[in-house]
């Protein structure tokens, strides 16, 4: 247990400024160790709680018919946590292949798993130029950052913004490179959120991490565009 006056810093905080003996790969690395062991608790740990507990409410139906009524909310609940946790494993986790790029990774992630929720039903997403990402060399830890980026920026128009279309685009010249995810939802108020929002936060801090350049953009009720750049 560490005293109050402790000043070790924690492993898995962004690198700051003062801290040179600390790279950004480093700081990268690690917050994706930590990411794998959270999927692996919750695999190892969890899960079978939860699918012995379905296991014992469904034979409680069956045994006592009386009881099915009663018992079928709490099956749902169990359901539905079996199924959080399977999204937060997924989203935890990198996915095993890369090699295609960022987006290209992205899309199957979030088809799979975020946007076949139905929590945004009426949601148009377009991915533009996805076939010209999946050509381009990329460096490892832009890879990451990317696909963690695009995840968590897809996630949160679908829980938050109330868009009815999203569009992830990739488009590249000479100078460099740009990703970015436009909605056309409720928009936000960019001085009390990005304060607030330990997504745009952590997303902000990765692009810094891999070298590349973030912004998000957009006023309430005009949408919202995140952008990562490669940096000048």
Not at 49 to 78: D, M, V
Not at 83 to 111: C, H, T, W, Y
Not at 189 to 205: A, F, N, Y
Request: aromatic content about 6%; some cysteine; hydrophobic content about 40%.
């Amino acid at each position: 247990m560490t005293s109050a006056d402790d000043s070790t810093p924690d492993p898995f905080s962004a690198p700051s400024d003062s801290e040179p003996e600390r790279s950004e790969s480093q700081w990268m690395r690690m917050l994706e160790a930590e990411r794998q062991s959270i999927a692996g608790d919750l695999h190892d740990e969890l899960l079978p709680y939860l699918f012995a507990a379905a296991g014992s409410l469904a034979s409680l139906q069956r045994q006592h018919p009386e009881l099915k009524t009663k018992l079928e909310q709490p099956a749902k609940w169990i359901d539905q946590a079996r199924e959080i946790a399977r999204q937060i494993m997924s989203g935890a986790a990198l996915p095993n292949d890369l090699s295609n790029g960022p987006l290209v990774a992205a899309k199957a992630f979030l088809e799979s798993v975020v946007l076949s929720a139905g929590e945004s039903p009426s949601l148009s997403v377009q991915w533009k130029h996805l076939d010209a990402s999946a050509q381009f060399a990329w460096e490892e830890s832009q890879t990451i950052a990317v696909y963690r980026i695009v995840c968590e920026g897809v996630r949160n128009v679908v829980r938050h913004a109330k868009a009815s279309e999203l569009v992830v685009a990739w488009d590249a010249s000479e100078s460099g490179w740009t990703v970015s995810i436009q909605d056309n939802g409720k928009g936000l108020d960019l001085q009390s959120v990005s304060k607030s929002s330990h997504g745009i936060t952590l997303m902000r801090e990765r692009a810094r991490a891999a070298g590349l350049q973030f912004q998000i953009t957009g006023t309430e009720g005009s949408g919202t565009r995140v952008i990562v750049s490669q940096s000048p």
